[in-house]
């Protein structure tokens, strides 16, 4: 059975940084499209970020875009997502989540994707 768990969030000042790491446990990593969503109180689910399975083509939305890098390592089973420049308004749990489809781009599919980890929270404050 394929999981996700991710780890690495906490509390960080504004301007900061943090890594968040998901490791993925099962078969073939290399068969799943894996990202990032947030969600924070009050707010919808928005898609951080996506990775291609094997040629590690990288998507973001706009409001993270030129902050926030995703990168895996498909020997490691692990995903990765480096947080820059980190704002308040970055203040969300975050989710790590895969599929073998093509997800990115459509929202339609997000709340069938495959996998979804358990989130790690993540808080932008002085």
């Known amino acids: 059975q394929v999981q996700l768990v991710e780890s690495g969030g906490g509390l960080v000042q504004p301007g900061g940084s943090l890594t968040l790491s998901c490791v993925f446990s099962g078969y073939r990593p290399d068969y799943y499209a894996i990202g990032w969503f947030r969600q924070a109180p009050g707010k919808e689910r928005e898609g951080v970020s996506c990775?291609?399975?094997?040629?590690?083509?990288?998507y973001y939305a706009d409001s993270v875009k030129g902050r926030f890098t995703i990168s895996r390592n498909n020997a490691e089973k692990t995903v990765r997502l480096q947080m820059n420049r980190l704002k308040p308004e970055d203040t969300a749990v975050y989710f790590c989540a895969g599929d073998r489809r093509w997800w990115w781009g459509r929202p339609g599919l997000w709340s069938d994707l495959e996998v979804w980890g358990q989130g790690t929270p993540v808080t932008v404050a002085s």
């Open positions: 990775i291609s399975p094997t040629d590690s083509k990288q």
